[in-house]
Nanobody
Framework: QVQLVESGGGLVQPGGSLTLSCVAS????????MRWYRQAPGKERELVAL????????NYLDSVKGRFTISRDNAKNTVYLQMNSLKPEDTAVYYC????????WGKGTLVTVSS
C-alpha cells in the first residue's frame, strides 16, 4: 500500500507560481504512474497531469499545457507539479495519485488563486 502526502498549496495572486510536492511511502515508487488531479468547488475531479513509469512520459489537461510541468524524483519518492501563470480558474484542491493496478490518493492541498 502506498501513502501519499501533498504539500505546497496556498494563496497566490493571478500570474503567480506555486510548486506542489507529493511524497510517497514504500520502496516501489518508481514503478507507479503518478498523477495530479484537482477538484474545484461544485465541479468533478479532473486529471491535470500524469507522468508514466519507467519512461517518464507526460500528459496534461489542455487548459494547463504550457503553464504546468509534472516531474518526478524516484530517489526521493516525490512527484512535483510546477504551476506558472496561475489563473483564478486554477483554484482547487489538488490531489496526488499513484497507479499500479490499484490507485492510491493523497488528502489534497488547497490552491487558491486570487487577488
Amino acid at each position: 500500500q502506498v501513502q501519499l502526502v501533498e504539500s505546497g498549496g496556498g494563496l497566490v495572486q493571478p500570474g503567480g507560481s506555486l510548486t506542489l510536492s507529493c511524497v510517497a511511502s514504500g520502496p516501489t515508487f518508481s514503478r507507479y504512474s503518478m498523477r495530479w488531479y484537482r477538484q474545484a468547488p461544485g465541479k468533478e475531479r479532473e486529471l491535470v497531469a500524469l507522468i508514466t513509469s519507467p519512461h517518464g512520459n507526460t500528459n496534461y489537461l489542455d487548459s494547463v499545457k504550457g503553464r504546468f510541468t509534472i516531474s518526478r524524483d524516484n530517489a526521493k519518492n516525490t512527484v512535483y507539479l510546477q504551476m506558472n501563470s496561475l489563473k483564478p480558474e486554477d483554484t482547487a484542491v489538488y490531489y496526488c495519485g499513484a497507479v499500479l493496478g490499484m490507485s492510491y490518493w493523497g488528502k489534497g492541498t488547497l490552491v487558491t488563486v486570487s487577488s
